[in-house]
């Protein structure tokens, strides 16, 4: 799994592109729930987030990476 993060929100994605992302973080909840929302996102879409940066915001939402 890879993370991206796109206006604020991190996302989940299991594949080469970002066009497909496949869970969203959801800070109500504290964890990961599939995404439903449209695709295929555009190439520009999203931006890679290190996975020790993504883990440290989901401590930091209370959540368990």
């Known amino acids: 799994m ?3 993060e796109n206006e604020g929100a991190l996302y989940r994605i ?3 592109s970002n066009a497909f992302p496949n ?3 959801s800070p109500g909840e ?4 599939p995404y ?3 695709v295929p996102k555009p190439v520009s879409w999203g931006q890679d987030v290190p996975k020790e ?5 989901i401590q930091e939402c209370g959540g368990q990476p």
């Open 36 to 38: 439903e929302g449209d």
């Open 23 to 25: 869970e969203v973080w």
């Open 30 to 33: 504290k964890k990961f729930v």
């Open 53 to 57: 940066e993504a883990e440290s915001f």
């Open 2 to 4: 890879r993370y991206v």
């Open 14 to 16: 299991a594949g080469p």
